[in-house]
């Protein structure tokens, strides 16, 4: 195994992104919580990216 899980969140969280602007709809960006959401925000963003 190589690297560790905070490597792999951190590389998750990079790559999100990419993703949700390559394969979200415009209609998509009212879902993104706002800078400083409580950490509700984690849960939200596993959900996004399913």
């Known amino acids: 195994?190589?690297?560790s899980a905070d490597v792999?969140?951190?590389i998750s969280v990079i790559q999100s992104y990419f993703f949700f602007w390559q394969?979200?709809?415009q209609a998509d960006c009212?879902?993104?919580p706002k800078?400083?959401?409580p950490?509700?925000?984690e849960s939200h963003?596993?959900?996004l990216l399913r």
Do not use: R
């Open 1 to 3: 195994m190589v690297g």
């Open 8 to 10: 792999s969140q951190e």
């Open 23 to 25: 394969y979200k709809e």
């Open 30 to 32: 009212a879902t993104v």
């Open 35 to 37: 800078a400083g959401a």
């Open 39 to 41: 950490e509700a925000y």
């Open 45 to 47: 963003l596993s959900d």
